[in-house]
């Protein structure tokens, strides 16, 4: 733990409350953590885990090392003109915001003829919430290696981290692992709601549904072998599998999965052209 790190949440919903309860105590103290959010009602359990707290960008953010931008794309730009004060030349600047991308944040935070270039842009996922996330990463150029590490230990906090090269990655990112949390609960409705059909109790189907996304994914994890063949060992010639397997395929599920990931990389990219206006 680094007890002279100090480190701003300047938004402080969801994220930014599971990112600041993963870092305190391991990476730097609590009290080294302030987040600034206009809804003081939120501020209890920030103050409650030994941190600070104000209502408004104040001169506390110029203590603060890093700064985690973690507000709604839409109110990024006044925030950032609000915060920008206290900016100082070696203040590490981390956005968990979805649709903005890294050229529009470093304009927006530095001079006209001088875009801000200490900036990891993030994609992480919802599962952080649970400290089982997994993030995207891309750096600017002015992020050293140290920048980098400290950016990384900060999201490695709330699950793992995929380091990509840029904005166009960061699509890519969002179309797989921001937006594939909302896929993996569509299909576990749909099993759900398969297992109920074919004559489970609904919490009989939940339980075996559950079990299974978690028991394969895991298997999946720890195994040398590729998914392909651990789907090919379940699977024997004419069997249950066989046939189930067989729906998927008439339906085409990979080409309809690859049509929804291009649709989010596309609208992702659409997002940052609005949102950077």
């Given amino acids: ?7 701003a949440f300047i938004g402080g919903g969801n994220m930014a409350s599971a990112l600041a309860q993963g870092l305190a105590g391991k990476v730097c103290p609590a009290a080294n953590i302030h987040v600034v959010d206009i809804n003081t009602d939120a501020h209890a359990s920030w103050l409650a885990a030994g941190m600070t707290a104000s209502a408004a960008p104040d001169a506390a953010l110029s203590r603060c090392k890093v700064w985690v931008y973690a507000v709604k794309p839409q109110v990024m730009r006044p925030v950032i003109e609000a915060s920008r004060p206290w900016l100082q030349p070696d203040t590490l600047v981390i956005s968990v915001a979805a649709g903005l991308r890294a050229d529009t ?49 900060m999201l490695s906090a709330v699950g793992d981290v995929v380091w990509v090269a840029d904005d166009a990655a960061l699509d890519a990112v969002t179309a797989l692992s921001g937006s594939g949390p909302a896929y ?28 299974t996304l978690a028991g394969a994914t895991r298997l999946a994890a720890e195994s040398s072998e590729a998914p392909g063949v651990l789907r090919e060992r379940v699977t024997s010639k004419g069997g249950t599998t066989a046939a189930a397997l067989d729906v998927f395929g008439r339906a085409d599920l990979r080409g309809i999965v690859e049509q929804a990931m291009q649709a989010a990389a596309r609208r992702s990219r659409e997002l940052a052209q609005e949102f950077g206006q």
């Fill in 1 to 7: 733990m680094d007890k002279a790190l100090s480190i």
């Fill in 105 to 153: 944040l470093a304009a927006w935070l530095g001079e006209p003829d001088r875009p801000w270039q200490r900036l990891v842009r993030c994609m992480p996922n919802t599962p952080a919430l649970v400290g089982a996330g997994v993030t995207g990463m891309a750096a600017l150029a002015g992020v050293d290696a140290q920048g980098r590490e400290l950016a990384e230990t």
């Fill in 184 to 211: 993996v609960f569509l299909f576990l409705e749909a099993l759900i709601d398969g297992g109920v059909a074919v004559g489970l109790s609904a919490d009989q189907a939940r339980r075996l549904a559950l079990g």
